[in-house]
Nanobody, 132 residues
Framework: QVQLVESGGGLVQAGGSLRLSCTAS????????????MGWFRQAPGKEREFVATIKLGAGVTYYADSVKGRFTISRDNAENTVYLQMNSLKPEDTAVYHC?????????????????????WGQGTQVTVSS
């Protein structure tokens, strides 16, 4: 049982930056902390949800979608059970609802960590809007 609380969305001009945060809590999360991955997915109206970035909490392994590599950075503060997504050089096509997700995964493979099926718990989402 995991609860996720997100914050940090908003409106920004193209080229600007935002930082999203996601804090996790719950007995299950605490017990299996090192086995959890936490990631960010986004969904624009009329489009399919897509993977953005993820991190394995114990190992610190990270993966990024090609569209955000070099611009976005995912990090974690394990003491606070919080994951951050630093978004720089934002583009209008980054506009979407961003969802934080958490799930148990064996190992740190790209296939497992980037699949939405890995994630059992999802935040409510936070809107990111990038104006041109």
């Amino acid at each position: 049982q995991v609860q996720l609380v997100e914050s940090g969305g908003g409106l920004v001009q193209a080229g600007g930056s935002l930082r999203l945060s996601c804090t996790a809590s719950g007995r299950t999360f605490s017990r299996y902390f090192n086995s959890y991955a936490m990631g960010w997915f986004r969904q624009a109206p009329g489009k399919e949800r897509e993977f953005v970035a993820t991190i394995k909490l114990g190992a610190g392994v990270t993966y990024y979608a090609d569209s955000v590599k070099g611009r976005f950075t995912i990090s974690r503060d394990n003491a606070e059970n919080t994951v951050y997504l630093q978004m720089n050089s934002l583009k209008p096509e980054d506009t979407a609802v961003y969802h934080c997700a958490a799930g148990v995964v064996s190992g740190s493979s790209y296939g497992a960590l980037t699949s939405s099926r890995t994630y059992d718990y999802w935040g409510q989402g936070t809107q990111v809007t990038v104006s041109s």
